[in-house]
């Protein structure tokens, strides 16, 4: 079955900085990729999601980019603020909508 | 939409009774989806469930697990008997008809066996 690593475990960074989570699959036809982002207590909510006919996709401070070659996909946040810390989460699914979910960073952003 | 509705939010119980676990989908979707959710293991789908039928459950821990969707509109994780091992947070999730649909969770159950 499909494997997906996420990294790093944690990140810490300055407001206003950028913040980059990667994640890798093992499984070449997997080719959905949402990324959820969960606050503490709260349920996961996706933020973004890329297809696999698309490299790279935006929504504001938030893009996805995804090398389907490399297998492997990333979350960048620019202008990072307070609200944006939480544990962001990657995932991997091919056409059966069973998500394969990574094992989640923890993104801390300091006033 | 009203999204995922679980109850209920908190359960506390002591360690080998019946625990049931329940979860309306939003209307229309096709798919639902049970997971854990620990430190440890992170989050891990049990079971999930295409027009009312389980088609993966390979996710469940043991036989103390089952899961039912006898309507389109409800779902319920049963744990009997419960363990202490058994303590999570635990969602579902529901997605609509199609391939590569994304999921929607719930505000999950917090489950403490004592």
């Known amino acids: 079955g499909e494997n997906v690593e996420q990294h790093p475990s944690t990140l810490s960074v300055q407001e206003g900085d950028s913040a980059v989570i990667k994640c890798t699959y093992s499984d070449s036809a997997s080719n959905y990729f949402p990324w959820y982002k969960q606050e503490l207590g709260k349920r996961p909510q996706l933020i973004i999601d890329?297809?696999?006919?698309?490299g790279e996709k935006k929504d504001q401070r938030i893009a996805v980019t995804l090398n389907k070659t490399a297998k492997h996909f990333s979350l960048h946040i620019t202008e990072t603020q307070p609200e944006d810390s939480a544990v962001y989460f990657c995932?991997?699914?091919?056409?059966?909508?069973?998500?394969?979910f990574g094992s989640g960073t923890k993104l801390n952003v300091k006033p | 939409d009203a999204g995922v509705i679980q109850s209920p939010r908190h359960e506390v119980t002591e360690m080998g009774q019946e625990v049931t676990l329940r979860c309306k989908p939003i209307?229309?979707?096709?798919?639902l989806f049970w997971y854990r959710q620990t430190m440890m293991r992170g989050l891990e789908l049990l079971i999930y469930f295409n027009n009312n039928v389980p088609i993966d459950d390979s996710g469940m821990p043991e036989d103390r697990f089952s899961a039912k969707m006898p309507n389109a509109s409800f779902s319920t994780l049963k744990i009997q008997p419960s363990e202490p091992r058994d303590s999570a947070v635990y969602f579902c999730?529901?997605?609509?008809?199609?391939?590569?649909?994304?999921?929607?969770f719930g505000d999950g159950t917090r489950l403490s066996i004592l």
């Open positions: 890329i297809r696999s006919n698309v």
């Open positions: 995932a991997a699914s091919e056409n059966f909508n069973k998500f394969y």
């Open positions: 209307s229309g979707h096709d798919y």
């Open positions: 999730a529901s997605s609509p008809t199609g391939t590569n649909q994304p999921q929607h």
